[in-house]
């Protein structure tokens, strides 16, 4: 029967996930506070183009909560990657969705002041790095590790 235990410094992994939860809260605030500013109610997700052209308050919200929207989007397929790569690479996996968090909050910051295109600094841009190394990283060790099982 084969047996698999954790590497020794796979505690580290709990940072990253607690910074997510981090990075989710303030992403969650940023959209409450505009809404409460904007006087969006609730169930509304979005406001329409034309009330947010005419209303700097409205546009704030419709960013701040497609800051969120889209991390939410991506957080299921960058989690999977992180949680597979770092059972056998926790470090280099804790460094690369520690990259894309960080990249995260700047997009976050960027776009939720109220126009779009702040959202892609050059600190978001580079988190790409974070996402490509896992992806890669993921299907390294996918590959690696399959391999002998097909021999």
Not at 122 to 135: E, H, P, Q, R, V
Request: with cysteine; net charge positive; glycine share 8%.
């Amino acid at each position: 029967m084969a047996s698999f235990s954790f590497p020794p410094a796979f505690p580290l992994v709990g940072l990253p996930i607690v910074a997510a939860m981090v990075l989710n809260g303030y992403q969650s605030y940023n959209v409450i506070k505009a809404r409460k500013e904007a006087g969006v109610k609730y169930p509304t997700l979005y406001v329409t183009e034309s009330e947010a052209n005419a209303d700097p308050k409205k546009m704030k919200f419709n960013c701040a909560q497609r800051a969120h929207g889209n991390t939410l989007e991506n957080i299921p397929y960058v989690l999977a990657l992180f949680g597979y790569l770092s059972l056998f690479h926790p470090k280099i996996a804790s460094i690369l969705f520690t990259h894309w968090i960080i990249g995260r909050f700047s997009y976050t910051a960027g776009y939720s002041k109220g126009n779009p295109s702040g959202r892609m600094s050059l600190l978001y841009k580079t988190s790409y790095l974070g996402l490509a190394g896992l992806f890669f990283g993921a299907a390294y060790v996918a590959i690696t590790q399959s391999i002998p099982l097909f021999l």
